[in-house]
């Protein structure tokens, strides 16, 4: 399961009191203070680790509370500072504080990290006060308090490529072909409820070439008024954000006898009204399951004609079959790593 979203609320360690003593020592008939200071509290720090790609452990715990430090002790005895408390978020999360909206921090790379909450410092013994004139202090200083903080956590899917279209315009199907992802396929919109990520790797000479791979986000299909709520995709299209290059599907053919052209500007349409930066982001353009127009000649025509009216190129594919997919995954490559 995909959670994208979630809000916590962090706090940091207190630092420890100072401590009041005096040195009574055996051979020392004059012992003078001894009291040591508190130890530190710990800090909050978010960091992006690899290999995690959802806030699920936010799910089911809001509250995360760093050590406090150790309050000082007799004969100088420094308090044990808190071990930093470190959050493990995936990469591509956005850190917002909850109380103002304001964005914290955009861990958008693996080993990013950010101080949230500082622990506070801990407070001084009476050895600290010790002055030639004040050689008996009986004072010592509090730790500092606890910083709080409550933070939204947003998720954005790292990706090379992300996958859109309208529902069942072989999304899903694409991607299960080129990766080991498995999402949900079937015949009817909107099968795919949550993004999915997978990773295709290129051949080379018939062989898998792991040097060339890249990730794909695929997200639920968008429909016309998708930007004022309609269907799931608008929900998701944060998660194609963050991507180098889109890869646009089209049905050549869609079952619901609509015009595949009309499909591909309503999409661009809703994409402009969700965001111009993600409108502008450079396009491929795939036409899907050309298998199902058996006659040679009627695909070739069908195909021409899209091409013709769109005014640029387009990759004929067939995810069933395997047909024009590798042409397909070698021009994103060559899109994404020009010479």
């Known amino acids: ?27 020392i008939p004059k012992g003078g203070p001894s ?3 508190g130890g530190d509290g710990a800090d909050v720090i978010l960091r992006a680790v690899p290999n995690l790609d959802t806030l699920l452990d936010f799910a089911g715990k809001h509250h995360w509370d760093a050590p406090h430090g150790d309050p000082g002790g007799k004969k100088q ?11 493990q978020v995936p990469p591509g999360t956005l850190v917002y504080d909850d109380t103002n909206g304001e964005l914290i921090a955009d861990l958008d790379a693996p080993g990013k990290e950010i101080l ?38 947003e998720l954005k899917l790292m990706a090379d490529l992300g996958l859109l279209g309208k529902p069942n315009a072989g999304k899903s199907t694409l991607l299960s072909r080129v990766s080991r992802a498995r999402p949900k396929i079937a015949d009817y919109p909107f099968t795919t409820l949550e993004p999915n990520l997978g990773i295709a790797e290129l051949t080379s000479s018939s062989v898998r070439d792991a ?7 695929d997200i639920p299909g968008l429909i016309e008024g998708a930007h004022t709520g309609a269907g799931l995709g608008i929900q998701f299209l944060r998660h194609i954000e963050r991507t180098r290059l889109l890869v646009h599907l089209i049905e050549v053919q869609p079952a619901d006898g609509s015009d595949p052209l009309e499909n591909f500007r309503v999409i661009n349409a809703e994409l402009a009204a969700y965001s111009v930066e993600l409108a502008a982001k450079p396009q491929i353009i795939a036409l899907t399951k050309i298998d199902l127009i058996p006659d040679e000649d009627e695909r070739r025509e069908a195909i021409e004609h899209i091409t013709r009216e769109l005014g640029r190129p387009v990759f004929p594919i067939s ?11 070698e021009a994103c490559w060559r899109a994404l790593h020009p010479a």
């Open 319 to 329: 995810s069933a079959t395997g047909a024009g997919v590798r042409e397909l995954l």
């Open 77 to 87: 005895k420094h308090g044990g500072n808190g071990e930093h408390l470190i959050i």
């Open 116 to 153: 949230v909450a500082k622990g506070g410092r801990g407070g001084f013994g009476n050895e600290h006060y010790a002055t030639s004139t004040n050689q008996a202090p009986r004072v010592s200083t509090p730790g500092e308090p606890s910083v709080e903080r409550r933070l939204r956590l």
């Open 35 to 37: 009291g040591g200071d």
């Open 1 to 27: 399961m995909l959670i994208d979203s979630a809000t916590i609320l962090v706090k940091s360690g207190r630092g420890g009191d100072g401590h009041v003593s005096f040195a009574r020592y055996k051979y």
């Open 211 to 217: 040097s060339r791979r890249l990730v794909m986000a």
